[in-house]
């Protein structure tokens, strides 16, 4: 069974730093693309950043440049540096993982930023 386990978020001020980490588990094929979304209260579920297997990345043009993605295969760990927050980053983000065309989600996790 797929699990994603998310961890890092919490309380920042703007203009901080928080890295967010996502330890993926129990599949037998490994993990292809894996990446990370946002959800702010009332508003859809936003793509921030997306990463291969290979280690090309893809960042949303709204973080780019304050967000960089990245993966530890040997982990089965994909990461998210966010620096130069700002309160609208404020939301839940949640990890996602690609298996065999399957889609899988973390439970999510909240990141706040005050200002």
């Known amino acids: 069974q797929v699990q994603l386990v998310e961890s890092g978020g919490g309380l920042v001020q703007a203009g901080g730093s928080l890295m967010l980490s996502c330890a993926a588990s129990?599949?037998?094929?490994?993990?292809?693309?894996m990446g990370w979304y946002r959800q702010a209260t009332g508003k859809q579920r936003d793509l921030v950043a997306t990463?291969?297997?290979?280690?090309?990345?893809s960042i949303a043009e709204s973080v780019k440049g304050r967000f960089t993605i990245s993966r530890d295969n040997a982990k089965n760990t994909v990461y998210l540096q966010m620096n130069s927050l700002k309160p609208e980053d404020t939301a839940v983000y949640y990890c996602?993982?690609?298996?065999?065309?399957?889609?899988?989600w973390g439970k999510g996790i909240l990141v706040t930023v005050s200002s």
């Open positions: 129990g599949s037998a094929f490994g993990f292809g693309v």
């Open positions: 996602n993982a690609v298996v065999r065309d399957v889609y899988y």
């Open positions: 990463v291969t297997r290979g280690g090309t990345t």
